[in-house]
């Protein structure tokens, strides 16, 4: 494994953990998008239905299972035990108009039309456009804490590290993923508004707030 995929693991995984401790410590999902949090639930299970049949490495195993029950978590304390903290009536992206799509591309654009294949082709097209709700919810808001920004950073880190990644691949390996290149440079873009505004205020000691 190169570098630049392993900082972009422990970026994903950094990300995880600054959510779940932002949770437990402040007892509140408060300004985190419950919508946001399925789509990563339905991107980790289609794109991981290979541990049913297939063995890649114990690595390869202990991260996703981590990153499907760790998402399968961040669900229940949101609909759960820290229920009475989220607002709905902030939340109201319509995940319908990101769902649909993905899947249709996927079964247009895909490398085999068989299902693990297109499955796994949709979760890499849904992973890149499912922060929408969160951003979106952030739009309605205006503002954000601090923490949750770190974690929104460290998710966006991960996908930037990946960009690195392919490059290294490509020139070491000889080998292109189209669709992951193409999916993770959209999903990078996304964030690009979001680090301006962590980079030149939330690093600065300032509070997180999108211009008017």
């Known amino acids: 494994m190169n570098i630049f995929r392993l900082l972009g693991d422990l970026a994903h995984l950094a990300s995880i953990f600054i959510l779940v401790h932002k949770m437990h410590?402040?007892?509140?999902?408060?300004?985190?998008s419950f919508k946001t949090?399925?789509?990563?639930?339905?991107?980790?299970?289609?794109?991981y239905i290979d541990l049913l049949y297939s063995w890649i490495s114990l690595y390869n195993f202990i991260m996703k299972i981590f990153f499907i029950s760790s998402s399968c978590y961040i669900l229940y304390l949101m609909k759960y035990r820290f229920r009475p903290t989220y607002d709905p009536s902030l939340d109201t992206?319509?995940?319908?108009?990101?769902?649909?799509?993905?899947?249709?591309?996927?079964?247009?654009?895909?490398?085999r039309f068989e299902l693990t294949e297109v499955l796994w082709t949709f979760s890499i097209y849904l992973e890149a456009v499912?922060?929408?709700?969160?951003l979106f919810m952030m739009q309605r808001t205006g503002e954000a804490e601090t923490i949750t920004t770190h974690y929104l950073a460290a998710l966006g880190a991960y996908?930037?590290?990946y960009i690195?990644?392919?490059i290294y691949r490509y020139w070491m390996?000889?080998?292109?993923?189209?669709?992951?290149?193409?999916?993770g440079i959209v999903q990078?873009?996304?964030?690009?508004?979001?680090?301006?505004?962590?980079?030149?205020?939330?690093?600065?000691?300032?509070?997180?707030?999108?211009p008017a």
């Open 159 to 161: 996908r930037a590290l």
């Open 93 to 111: 992206f319509k995940v319908e108009y990101l769902v649909g799509p993905c899947f249709v591309l996927a079964l247009i654009f895909n490398y």
């Open 173 to 183: 390996e000889g080998t292109v993923d189209p669709i992951a290149v193409v999916a």
């Open 188 to 210: 990078t873009g996304l964030y690009l508004d979001f680090f301006y505004v962590y980079v030149t205020k939330v690093l600065q000691g300032q509070k997180f707030e999108l």
């Open 130 to 134: 499912a922060i929408f709700p969160q």
């Open 37 to 47: 949090q399925a789509l990563y639930v339905v991107v980790f299970l289609t794109r």
């Open 164 to 166: 690195p990644n392919w």
């Open 25 to 32: 410590t402040t007892r509140s999902c408060r300004g985190i």
